[in-house]
């Protein structure tokens, strides 16, 4: 089974703070996400990244950033944390294979961070 | 733009049929997803449609219409269970997939 950690399932951080959000997957794949999911607003993606240090911003890249070192290991980074950051944090990994019909994302449990 | 719509939330009753709908439009397609999440939960893989059609998996069901842009899931004898929140995502582009806001199904005894 496909199994995706997520470093801790609530944080509570201050504003300004400066917060990391860390996934890791066993399964090798090449594909990492981060979403956040808000009531009425679904899953945004904020960055993703295709392999070991490459990454791509989503829709909502503002006052994030993320880091890939490992192949197993996708960061998100709020640099100065907000309050309009407060939101369920959730990150998905996928194979590479050119078949979207094989490539289902798997989500780790979530992290849920208040800003106060 | 890119957009998918479906229902904010639905109910129905156990061991009833329930479907729940989703129109997308998007600038590429490689398929549409279904995912389950329960409250507090993480997503979960349920169907993938990329030709026009039902496909079957147990009590679950989708259908695709690409020519209209629409999908449906179809819940069939559904369980207490089932209560979720049901998402509908495209596969719109090399291994990027955008979700819709998701339908919160309550079921009812």
């Known amino acids: 089974d496909v199994k995706v950690t997520q470093s801790s399932r609530y944080l509570v951080k201050r504003t300004g703070e400066k917060v990391f959000l860390e996934c890791v997957q066993d399964m090798d794949h090449e594909n990492m996400f981060w979403y956040r999911q808000d009531p009425g607003l679904g899953l945004r993606l904020i960055y993703f990244?295709?392999?070991?240090?490459?990454?791509e911003k989503g829709d909502i890249p503002e006052g994030y950033s993320v880091s890939r070192e490992k192949k197993e290991r996708f960061s998100l980074i709020l640099e100065s944390a907000s309050t309009n950051q407060t939101s369920m944090y959730l990150c998905a990994s996928s194979p590479r294979t050119g078949k979207a019909s094989q490539e289902t994302q798997y989500f780790g449990p979530g992290t849920r961070l208040l800003v106060l | 733009g890119q957009n998918i719509d479906q229902p904010t939330e639905m109910t129905a009753t156990e061991g009833a049929i329930v479907q729940i709908n989703c129109t997308y439009q998007t600038s590429g397609f490689n398929g549409l997803f279904w995912y389950q999440q329960h409250a507090g939960e993480a997503p979960t893989f349920l169907s993938y449609?990329?030709?026009?059609g039902l496909e079957e998996k147990g009590r679950f069901s989708s259908f695709l219409s690409r020519s209209k842009g629409y999908s449906y899931l179809l819940l069939k004898e559904l369980q207490m269970k089932d209560s979720a929140s049901y998402l509908c995502?495209?596969?719109?582009?090399?291994?990027?997939?955008?979700f819709g806001s998701g339908t919160r199904l309550s079921i009812r005894p």
């Open positions: 449609n990329v030709l026009d």
């Open positions: 995502a495209v596969s719109s582009s090399a291994s990027k997939i955008i």
């Open positions: 990244s295709y392999d070991v240090k490459m990454k």
